[in-house]
């Protein structure tokens, strides 16, 4: 998608309202500006035109009534739609609402988007395929094939070292692998400044074995392998694509941020639910959130069910 050009031929109100477009999709953090594209590209076939430079446009040049009333009936048809979570359609509202604060702040327009937003439900699973379905993923990619050794670097990094996707797809050689030291270098999420995160032996392992078939030269260190894209960065998708599959073949329901969930819910387990470590290595905005994979992990709920049960059948008991 050529952003630039859609900017230009979508600039119906000034200047100012494609310089604030153009900020917002120039995010310096590469994850948040890939999150902004995707979840504005739904926008955009909401709205019925071509680019996203045409819808942002199209919502920053409403008054603020009508742009409320798009917002609001955007909200309705994403709610409608059965295969999208509640945490996707805040995503795509969060979206718009941080395109408009920008515009505001750059004194593009004087109104913020009043719209309700969609409270995502606590997450359910936790625990992810579990240990024993990685251990089969990984025996399934061990052949000495191209596909098999990214396969197998994929997996290792985002369960042994629980990153996110993106922050896969992310990675560079060299500049973002340091054999050396054993570390990566990562943009986090919500995070602006790279930092660099230890690597297990078998996921440096895996990393060389992966580069003896990709090549040392300088570039993305995750290339797509089909003949019409090759050489190109794989994207967050494709990597969504390439683990699910491999869980398909071993029958086992996988994805990346399934696999984190397993990396976690690990770590809690072989530290005894230390908490505090196991956040520094998840890297996670919030210790709640650990907190919920612990909570998950020694299903509390289940505990005090337990215990309800047994104090209700005392009592029947004293009853009789």
Not at 138 to 164: F, K, P, Q, Y
Not at 178 to 183: I, N, T, Y
Not at 224 to 243: F, K, M, N, P, W
Request: aromatic share 4%; proline share 4%.
């Amino acid at each position: 998608m050529d952003i630039d050009t859609a900017i230009v031929t979508t600039d119906t109100s000034g200047v100012s309202v494609a310089q604030a477009i153009k900020a917002f999709l120039s995010n310096p953090n590469p994850n948040t500006a890939r999150t902004y594209r995707g979840a504005l590209d739904h926008f955009v076939s909401y709205v019925g035109v071509q680019t996203i430079g045409e819808a942002a446009a199209r919502l920053l040049t409403l008054p603020h009534g009508q742009a409320n009333l798009l917002a609001m009936q955007y909200r309705e048809h994403l709610l409608g739609q059965p295969e999208l979570s509640a945490a996707s359609v805040k995503l795509r509202i969060d979206s718009l609402r941080a395109l408009v604060k920008l515009a505001r702040r750059l004194g593009v327009v004087d109104w913020s988007l009043d719209v309700e937003n969609v409270r995502p439900t606590p997450m359910r699973n936790t625990r992810g395929p579990g240990s024993v379905a990685v251990a089969k993923m990984l025996a399934r990619v061990s052949g000495n094939t191209e596909a098999d050794a990214r396969a197998r670097a994929l997996i290792l990094l985002l369960h042994d070292c629980g990153l996110r996707r993106g922050e896969v797809a992310g990675l560079s050689y060299p500049d973002d692998i340091d054999f050396e030291a054993s570390k990566a270098s990562i943009t986090g999420k919500g995070r602006h400044d790279r930092e660099w995160i230890s690597l297990p032996p078998q996921t440096v392992a895996s990393i060389q074995a992966w580069l003896a078939w990709r090549g040392v030269q300088a570039g993305p260190l995750f290339i797509a392998l089909d003949r019409q894209h090759r050489g190109e960065r794989l994207s967050a998708t494709s990597i969504y694509t390439i683990v699910c599959a491999i869980g398909d073949r071993v029958g086992v329901r996988a994805s990346p941020h399934g696999l984190r969930h397993t990396s976690i819910t690990t770590a809690l387990e072989a530290t005894g639910g230390d908490v505090r470590k196991v956040r520094h290595f998840s890297r996670h905005a919030k210790v709640e959130t650990v907190l919920t994979y612990d909570d998950a992990r020694r299903d509390l709920g289940g505990e005090i069910g337990r215990l309800v049960e047994q104090a209700r059948n005392i009592s029947e008991t004293k009853g009789a």
